[in-house]
Every structure is written in structure tokens, then in C-alpha cells.
């Protein structure tokens, strides 16, 4: 089975800090991806990967940078948190090409104070 | 551009009844079609998806979606509700036209739940 983890579960973090969530995917996937689930708004794309160093915006970046280093690794960065950030992250990866589901990881509750 | 669109952001529905849960898309070509259901405390977990062939889509947990062209549906259904099918579930589409191929545009999610 495709196992996606993330960091931790719950982070409280304060206006300013910058934050790092961390997920792994542990099947060879090309693709990864970061989101933000929000009430009543879905899933909303923030970055997503294609290849080790490749990066390309989703839908609200603004606030976010990413990193892929490693194929398995894929780091989403707030440089300077805000309570606007304050949000369900989540992890997916898929294998290459269109017709393939994506695998998420379980999430990341992140609350800026 | 694609969108789809879960009009009921709430369904309730007895258990043993039937169960439905709407879904609407727009894509420029033709659509890929993906369900998933995300548990309380947990990440989302795929269910089904359309990609070409059969209009009716069956996948796990007993869930079926029919996809219909004419109308840009893609409902998922379950003949018999249960309890343990309480969840929130997205609906999700990606237009194999797009320049952005690789990302799957989601709704905004339907609570669905089941009454004993």
C-alpha cells in the first residue's frame, strides 16, 4: 500500500515563525502535492512536484514556498506564518500521468496564534 | 479552466435507504472523474474514479457514481446507507485538455450523514 506521512499531526505555531511540513511518500511517486482544506472551500492547491527540484504554483501560493530535494520528500515552507494560515495541510502524491487517483497523507493541523 | 461544483454542502439520509451525493463539472475536453471520502481525524481516501468506458463506475465500499455527459454529472450513490458511511466526501475532476494536467481540481465537499 502507498503510505503518505506527515510530520505531525498538530502544530501551534505563532504570527511570524516560520513553519516546515514535512511529508514522505514511500512509493516512487513523480508527483506531489500540498493542499489546504478549509471549510466550505475544498481542497484548494498550493504547489505541487513533478520531479526532484521542479515546482509549479497551484491555485494560492501566495505565503508558500516548497522544496523537493529528494524524490520521496516534499516540504511546504510558510516564511512568515499568519493567522490567515491557520488551516488543514495536506500532503498527495500519484504516479506520472493523468489517470491516476492521488494519495494523501492524513494531514497536518496547523494553528497560527 | 475546470470546476465542479457539490451543491449540497450537507445530506442526510436514513440508514438502509438509498444514498446520493450530486456532483457537476465544467472542462474545455473531457473530464477524468474522481471521488473521495475523508473519515473524522483522517486524510482523504480514494473511492472511484471515471476515466473512460462504462458510464457506471463502481468502487469500494459498495459506492457506485454514474457518469452522464449530457448533464456533466458524476453523482455517487450507494443502494443501501450506513451508519459507518458518514464521512465527507469530494468530488473531484481533471480535464485532460488542460494545460494543467496534473492537478485535480476539487469541490468544496458534502457532509453526508447517516441516520440509524
Known amino acids: 500500500d502507498v503510505k503518505v506521512t506527515q510530520s505531525s499531526r498538530y502544530l501551534v505555531k505563532r504570527t511570524g515563525e516560520k513553519v516546515f511540513l514535512e511529508c514522505v511518500q514511500d512509493?516512487?511517486?513523480?508527483?506531489m502535492f500540498w493542499y489546504r482544506q478549509d471549510p466550505g472551500l475544498g481542497l484548494r492547491l498550493i504547489y505541487f512536484s513533478y520531479d526532484v527540484k521542479m515546482k509549479e504554483k497551484g491555485d494560492i501560493p501566495e505565503g508558500y514556498s516548497v522544496s523537493r530535494e529528494k524524490k520521496e520528500r516534499f516540504s511546504l515552507i510558510l516564511e512568515s506564518a499568519s493567522t490567515n494560515q491557520t488551516s488543514m495541510y495536506l500532503c498527495a502524491s500519484s504516479p506520472p500521468g493523468q489517470f491516476y487517483e492521488q494519495y494523501f497523507g492524513p494531514g497536518t493541523r496547523l494553528t497560527v496564534t | 479552466a475546470q470546476s465542479v461544483a457539490q451543491p449540497e454542502d450537507q445530506v442526510n439520509v436514513a440508514e438502509g435507504n438509498p444514498l446520493t451525493v450530486k456532483c457537476t463539472y465544467s472542462?474545455?475536453?473531457?473530464?477524468?472523474l474522481f471521488w473521495y471520502v475523508q473519515y473524522p481525524n483522517r486524510g482523504l481516501q480514494f473511492l472511484l474514479k471515471?476515466?473512460?468506458?462504462?458510464?457506471l463506475v463502481k468502487g469500494s465500499y459498495g459506492f457506485e457514481a454514474e457518469f452522464n455527459k449530457s448533464q456533466t454529472s458524476f453523482h455517487l450513490k450507494k443502494p443501501s446507507a450506513l451508519v459507518s458511511d458518514s464521512a465527507l466526501y469530494f468530488c473531484a475532476v481533471r480535464d485532460i485538455a488542460s494545460g494543467s494536467a496534473r492537478q485535480l481540481t476539487f469541490g468544496s465537499g458534502t457532509q453526508l450523514t447517516v441516520l440509524p
Open positions: 471515471y476515466i473512460t468506458g462504462d458510464n
Open positions: 472542462v474545455s475536453g473531457n473530464p477524468y
Open positions: 512509493m516512487d511517486h513523480e508527483n
